[in-house]
């Protein structure tokens, strides 16, 4: 019923840039907010940025802010994820989330409702 689609991962060396983008599938879609979380292998899941549709506040983990924008379309249901200076830790799997109710809380990803299913961004040194 609910669909979250990643795109634009990729290898790309460090310094450079690569821009991701989530599509919500259609008007069943309900949602507060959109985040984004990556996961490196063996390591845990971790928040990197989230954004809410009514207002567009913006939320950014410390090691990527400065570097990485998240940005919406709320007509065509898109989050994007820029990010600028890639750094080799930046490798991961990338995940877009919904949120479908306000939380304390922007970095457990126990507190989002959907997911899409990851698209691999690799950064070389």
């Known amino acids: 019923q609910v669909q979250l689609v990643e795109s634009g991962g990729g290898l790309v060396q460090a310094g450079g840039s690569l821009r991701l983008s989530c599509v919500a599938s259609?008007?069943?879609?309900?949602?507060?907010?959109m985040g984004w979380f990556r996961q490196a292998p063996g390591k845990e899941r971790e928040f990197v940025a989230a954004?809410?549709?009514?207002?567009?506040?913006?939320y950014y983990t410390d090691s990527v802010r400065g570097r990485f924008t998240i940005s919406k379309d709320n007509a065509k249901n898109t989050v994007y994820l820029q990010m600028n200076s890639l750094k080799p830790e930046d490798s991961a799997v990338y995940y877009c989330a919904a949120r479908r109710f306000w939380r304390a809380s922007w970095i457990r990803w126990d507190t989002y409702d959907y997911w899409g299913q990851g698209t691999q961004v690799t950064v070389s040194s």
């Open positions: 954004i809410t549709w009514s207002s567009g506040n913006t």
């Open positions: 259609g008007r069943a879609f309900s949602s507060v907010a």
